[in-house]
């Protein structure tokens, strides 16, 4: 029983640090511009792709990965350069409709420029499953929660300790204040577009080797990771995280101990509970402005 | 240009300078057969019909290049319908109506296909599904043939293969998908006139990236000698992963659905003894001498990866195996009278395709039986017959 608890906590973990991963990038940019991107997994897939297409071309997996996140961070910049900010000024929801389109329009050009078929990524290190208390785990999953928690960990410190970070935390705050001591908000928009597309792409790339990679592998996961930066409060990098493994724990525990059909359906619920009694999320700011 | 089309024009030119009349060279002599697809080339289901379209353009070429077919050329006329019934739907109206096709072959999906009966039924023309539910063949309809085997056969084989082994206790686990669901409905209703029990049935999602949930659950539940896996896409491929990392020691069977080398690409070490029934044509090199689907698959494989560069794959095969029913039947009929080409098709036996030999009947628009299957087992990354 306990065995069997332990297991579907580990992949619930696993799974929810992934959530995690791209509802932080939900965050950012809903913080920068109060834009929902559309677009977020859309970076989970070109980090993949770009993985999977850079090492088979040869190159040892140490230098495809940062290639691969450099590439999703440059159509991250890209997207906001000449699709963001040529409206600004328009409304929040022309803004997101954009996002929705962008989304749409890297699917198809993942097709031309890769292909419709999945491919699998070597683990980083072997297969060969470790048990732990009696749950098995893939060396994989340590990778994916190691990493996610390093990539927390760095954004504390980059939010709470460098000026470029406390500025982007001061936009999301107060735009108008933050232009008045001089922090230029533009580029903090196109800075964390960016910033999304590193994250998204991280998480495209931790989850391939368990999960393989497709063109269109960003829909779903770019959903849940939709749905757990709701959870925990748009705009709260510790909700985001919350939310993210709160998510994924809950989706493999129904799957386990109520009935597996029903598990999208219970997480689903659950989002609703929670949103029904605490409208701004777990951890979101608590406003008039968006009620 | 048929001698007797020459012979109608100097006719014409003849009685055009005799006595100056409006005359036209025949046109039942000299136009085309118009083959009529509408196949998802793009969308979800593009990796099944990519494949039927290079297929059909492939050998509508080739049969030209050998003199066509009733002395006529074959025209295919081909729409994508990206796997959406209404936009099928669309499509078959403008081929029935305006391109005025001779017969219809097309269909990628089971829902495009069901969406494209009614017409084909109203409009009286042959329509050659390539899709694989039972729905589409039972009850029969007049007009409507398909040449995929059915989900129902893969869960027969499946369990037959299964009580040859001596096992009797399955766990289901299938995703969410319409072949899924089709499938694992199809395998619960015949389980328990094949004498299988079903001890567990577990569900994943269309963009699951874990199983291993579900899977402890089947491993925990007392009694399992089996698992089976109907679905397709990445799902069975995680399955199959997940399923080696809890170190579960029962057989691990997939559907038909996944029959294809991508799936041991996918799944890797892990896909090692897996078990699923598929056509001949994905061990086509390794079957016996004798056997009589031999020549076909070997050929198309052959024709089909000299062409396209690429892994030859079963549903590619539908295609090959609807468009040469058509043209079967027109030769038997001797006409494209589309009445006549229907009672043709209804009368073939004993055609050799690649899903199988093809024994149609007023009864049966499929004609295919279980012996179409084989049950392959992967073996050192390479899928073999299972012994």
């Not at chain 2, 799936?263 to 056509?279: D, H, Q, S, T, Y």
């Not at chain 2, 001498?289 to 698959?297: E, G, I, L």
């Not at chain 2, 794959?313 to 006409?335: C, I, N, P, Q, R």
Request: charged share 15%; glycine share 12%.
């Amino acid at each position: 029983m306990s065995a069997q608890f332990m297991q579907y906590l580990l992949t619930g973990l696993t799974v929810g640090a992934i959530y995690a991963l791209v509802a932080l990038g939900f965050s950012i940019i809903f913080n920068a511009s109060h834009v929902i991107n559309f677009a977020q997994g859309e970076f989970v897939m070109i980090g993949g792709m770009a993985t999977v297409s850079l090492t088979a071309t040869g190159l040892p997996l140490l230098l495809a990965i940062p290639l691969a996140v450099a590439v999703a961070a440059l159509v991250g910049l890209a997207l906001e350069k000449f699709a963001v900010e040529p409206a600004r000024g328009a409304s929040v929801i022309t803004l997101i409709i954009i996002t929705i389109g962008a989304s749409i329009f890297l699917r198809g050009l993942a097709t031309l420029v890769w292909d419709k078929q999945l491919h699998p990524l070597k683990s980083f290190s072997g297969d060969a499953p470790i048990v732990f208390a009696g749950a098995t785990v893939l060396p994989q999953s340590l990778w994916v929660l190691g990493v996610t928690l390093a990539i927390v960990l760095a954004l504390s410190w980059f939010f709470g300790r460098t000026l470029l970070g406390k500025a982007m935390l001061a936009t999301s705050h107060n735009r108008l204040a933050a232009q008045l001591v001089g922090i230029n908000v533009r580029h903090v928009l196109f800075l964390s577009f960016g910033l999304s597309a590193a994250l998204g792409a991280v998480a495209g790339i931790l989850i391939a080797p368990i999960a393989f990679t497709s063109y269109d592998v960003g829909v779903m996961l770019g959903l849940k990771g939709f749905v757990a930066a709701v959870l925990g409060g748009l705009g709260s990098g510790v909700g985001a995280v919350v939310g993210g493994v709160v998510l994924g724990i809950a989706e493999t525990m129904s799957a386990g101990y109520l009935s597996s059909a029903y598990k999208d359906a219970i997480a689903l619920v659950i989002m609703l509970a929670v949103l029904f009694f605490m409208p701004s999320g777990l951890f979101g700011k608590r406003g008039g402005e968006r009620v | 240009m048929s001698t007797q089309a020459r012979n109608g024009f100097t006719r014409c030119l003849a009685a055009a300078a005799a006595i100056f009349a409006f005359c036209t060279v025949p046109a039942s002599a000299q136009a085309p057969i118009k083959v009529g697809a509408f196949l998802s080339i793009t969308g979800p289901a593009s990796f099944l019909g990519d494949p039927e379209n290079k297929t059909l353009e492939l050998y509508v070429e080739k049969i030209n290049a050998s003199g066509g077919v009733l002395g006529r050329k074959l025209q295919l006329v081909a729409y994508d319908d990206a796997g959406d019934a209404d936009k099928a739907r669309t499509f078959a109206r403008r081929l029935i109506d305006q391109d005025k096709v001779d017969v219809l072959v097309g269909g990628t999906t089971t829902g495009t296909t069901m969406a494209v009966v009614p017409l084909a039924e109203a409009a009286q023309i042959p329509f050659i599904s390539l899709a694989g539910a039972v729905v589409i063949v039972e009850p029969v309809k007049k007009w409507v043939f398909k040449t995929p085997h059915t989900d129902r056969m893969a869960c027969e084989k499946i369990f037959a293969d299964m009580r040859s082994r001596k096992l009797s206790k399955v766990a289901l686990i299938s995703g969410a998908g319409g072949f899924d669901k089709s499938m694992r409905g199809e395998c619960l209703g015949v389980a328990k006139k094949m004498g299988i029990g079903v001890v567990a049935d577990e569900n994943y999602g269309a963009g699951d990236t874990d199983m291993t949930a579900q899977l402890t659950k089947i491993k925990n539940t007392a009694g399992v000698q089996a698992v089976l896996n109907p679905g397709f896409g990445q799902g069975p491929a995680i399955v199959t992963k997940n399923f080696r990392q809890l170190g579960i020691k029962v057989p691990l069977y997939q559907s038909h659905g996944v029959a294809s080398k991508e799936f041991i690409k996918l799944a890797g070490g892990a896909a090692e003894g897996v078990r699923l029934p598929a056509a001949a044509l994905l061990v086509a090199e390794t079957l016996p001498a004798n056997d009589k689907q031999k020549p076909v698959v070997v050929n198309y494989k052959r024709e089909y990866e000299s062409r396209f560069k690429s892994d030859v794959s079963t549903f590619g095969g539908h295609a090959y195996d609807g468009l040469m029913l058509a043209v079967e039947a027109m030769k038997k009929s001797k006409s494209t009278d589309k009445a006549k080409m229907r009672d043709a098709i209804e009368g073939i036996r004993g055609y050799i395709g690649t899903a199988g030999v093809v024994n149609m009947s007023a009864k049966d628009h499929m004609g295919l039986d279980q012996s179409a299957f084989r049950m392959l087992e992967v073996k050192g990354g390479n899928w073999v017959l299972a012994k």
